[in-house]
């Protein structure tokens, strides 16, 4: 079996931090939500992986490499535009060949991994094989509709009205009969190539698809909000470990790790939090989920529930939460006089303001 990552979304919902960095590389707990993806794959006993870039495919390259620091063999290949899930096996239709394969979209985070799904795939072979689970909106998800026996009837793209509140995981498993479902498929309303309408072909040409409801964690990291729940998560199962310099004036409350090379000074630590090397914490208070990213400052200051990303600075303030704070911004006290705001905004910027 080969793995199919999906790595080209452009990442219009984490803007302005995207417009500079790739969305599967925005860390949770310090580490891209990328890696988990290609750790789970790895953990399951796959070893080729095709992995599908855009245009930020530099970056990409240069994070992951040849794929070997995962136990993986990496091959890349370029989407010029995000067509859709399917165009995506479309163009890996000669890397897959004629081998089973999983696909997995890799700004998602699943909590457990993926060998239970890979194992059960490989026993019983269907032809298709998705992950479902309960969500509040299902419009914005592909939802299937199930029989009583469970068995996958029907699915649709971003349905306006839902016939079910089951939404797809980015998670998708397939044998080579998928390729000439794709090979078949004609543009949505949206444009593009939907791997939905590629499941429900082999439905309707009278293949088995299977279907597993998960009970676990899952997120997919296309917004602010789901990424510090999913930081959240990952934080609760870290265990102290303080290899950085910490002094006697310091308080470190709970799960804290402390990496090699930061400094800790004057400050309060309420974990779970994790410090990232080289990171400088003076005179301030770092309340729990909350991870800091390597080289990042933070002076006379408090956060919480917050990720910074790397060599962010925050001084002199007071308080900050909930906030995602991308690479090489510095935060400051606004001057007392004048009394006005002066910004310096990126694109499709969010800012609340208290007046």
Not at 314 to 333: K, Q, Y
Request: hydrophobic share 40%; glycine share 10%; proline share 5%.
């Amino acid at each position: 079996m080969k793995a199919l990552v999906l790595a080209g979304g452009s990442g219009t919902r984490l803007r302005p931090i995207t417009h500079t960095s790739a969305k599967q590389l925005v860390p949770v707990a310090n580490k891209p939500v990328l890696f988990y993806g290609l750790e789970a794959i790895a953990a399951a006993g796959i070893r080729e992986v095709g992995m599908v870039v855009g245009e930020t495919h530099e970056e990409i390259e240069g994070a992951v490499g040849d794929g070997s620091a995962f136990g993986l063999e990496v091959t890349y290949l370029r989407q010029e535009a995000p067509l859709g899930l399917a165009h995506a096996v479309l163009i890996a239709r000669e890397y897959l060949g004629e081998d089973d394969f999983v696909m997995y979209l890799g700004d998602n985070f699943i909590v457990g991994g993926i060998e239970p799904l890979v194992r059960r795939f490989h026993d019983e072979r269907p032809s298709a094989q998705i992950m479902l689970t309960r969500v509040a909106d299902p419009r914005q998800f592909g939802v299937a509709e199930l029989d009583a026996a469970g068995r996958v009837t029907g699915l649709e793209e971003k349905p306006q009205v839902p016939k079910s509140d089951l939404a797809l995981v980015g998670v998708y498993l397939f044998t080579p009969a998928v390729h000439e479902g794709v090979s078949a498929l004609k543009p949505s309303w949206r444009g593009e190539l939907e791997i939905t309408d590629a499941i429900q072909w082999l439905l309707d040409a009278g293949h088995r698809v299977d279907s597993t409801l998960i009970s676990g964690y899952w997120k997919d990291t296309g917004n602010v909000t789901d990424m510090l729940e999913v930081n959240r998560i990952l934080l609760e199962e870290l265990d102290q470990r303080l290899d950085g310099k910490v002094d006697d004036a310091s308080e470190i409350i709970g799960r804290v790790v402390v990496e090699a090379g930061a400094e800790v000074t004057r400050s309060r630590i309420v974990g779970p939090v994790v410090i990232g090397a080289g990171a400088v914490v003076r005179d301030s208070y770092i309340g729990p989920f909350t991870s800091v990213a390597e080289n990042c400052h933070v002076v006379d200051s408090e956060i919480e529930y917050s990720i910074l990303l790397r060599r962010a600075s925050i001084e002199g303030v007071r308080r900050i939460e909930a906030s995602l704070i991308g690479h090489d911004v510095e935060v400051t006290p606004a001057p007392n006089t004048p009394r006005a705001h002066r910004l310096v905004l990126g694109d499709h910027s969010k800012v609340q303001i208290s007046s």
